[in-house]
């Protein structure tokens, strides 16, 4: 996942592609036409890419799997969530956002903004039966804000040991909780070995954005 800033970057995103053997690229704020994506990728990893439909027009999602592997499930303006079923493997859900800016929303409006994209994630899965879901994105937010540790919003743990607890009840509600390895940038960098393969089994490359884990991956 990739924030390029309305900038042409597709030599570097292709190049990017090559190196660490990417089977997606989701981009946001992106300034290359399609065309060129597609073209450039496809010829330096010597692969052709695909570009599944999307209703989503902020956030382009390119991957080297063909458009029936990446079905999209739901979307709005901020958001796409795309069920991942590649035939051998176990179903994923991966969510990519781009959600509104602090130079226009406070953070009360954006703790607030998180809670559709909360919805849709746990309805999806409630369709779907399963939780290994990989949430990406811009948020406009760092680890500690509301929008990003509160409860009724993106509820994203420090620790995987936390995160396996699955869920937990906060004031009679039950919340369902996102392990949250960003929290390894501001300081601690003992990330957890087994979160980190289970993460690069979907994306390894996240610049100028957030991941967040259910921490049911690790179990797959």
Not at 61 to 76: I, M, Q
Not at 91 to 111: I, K, M, V
Not at 135 to 151: K, S, T
Not at 183 to 207: H, K, N, P, Q
Request: glycine share 8%; aromatic share 10%; hydrophobic share 45%.
């Amino acid at each position: 996942m990739w924030n390029t800033g309305r900038k042409p970057v597709a030599e570097l995103l292709a190049q990017v592609a090559l190196d660490r053997q990417l089977n997606m690229l989701v981009l946001l704020e992106r300034a290359d036409s399609l065309a060129t994506l597609l073209e450039v990728i496809g010829k330096v990893t010597g692969a052709p890419w695909f570009f599944p439909w999307s209703a989503c027009k902020r956030i382009t999602v390119l991957t080297r799997f063909p458009d029936s592997f990446v079905n999209p499930v739901a979307e709005s303006d901020k958001y796409t969530l795309r069920r991942i079923h590649l035939p051998g493997l176990p179903d994923l859900l991966f969510a990519g956002a781009h959600l509104p800016s602090r130079l226009r929303q406070s953070e009360r409006s954006q703790a607030f903004a998180t809670r559709s994209l909360v919805d849709a994630i746990l309805q999806i899965e409630s369709r779907l039966g399963h939780s290994r879901t990989f949430l990406a994105g811009d948020f406009n937010m760092d680890p500690y804000d509301d929008g990003m540790l509160g409860a009724g919003a993106l509820h994203g743990m420090m620790t995987r040991r936390t995160a396996l607890l699955g869920s937990r009840i906060v004031d009679g509600g039950r919340y369902h909780m996102f392990y949250n390895p960003m929290w390894g940038f501001m300081g601690d960098r003992t990330l957890d070995r087994r979160v980190r393969i289970a993460i690069g089994r979907v994306s390894t490359y996240v610049e100028n954005g957030t991941c967040l884990i259910k921490c049911s991956f690790a179990r797959i």
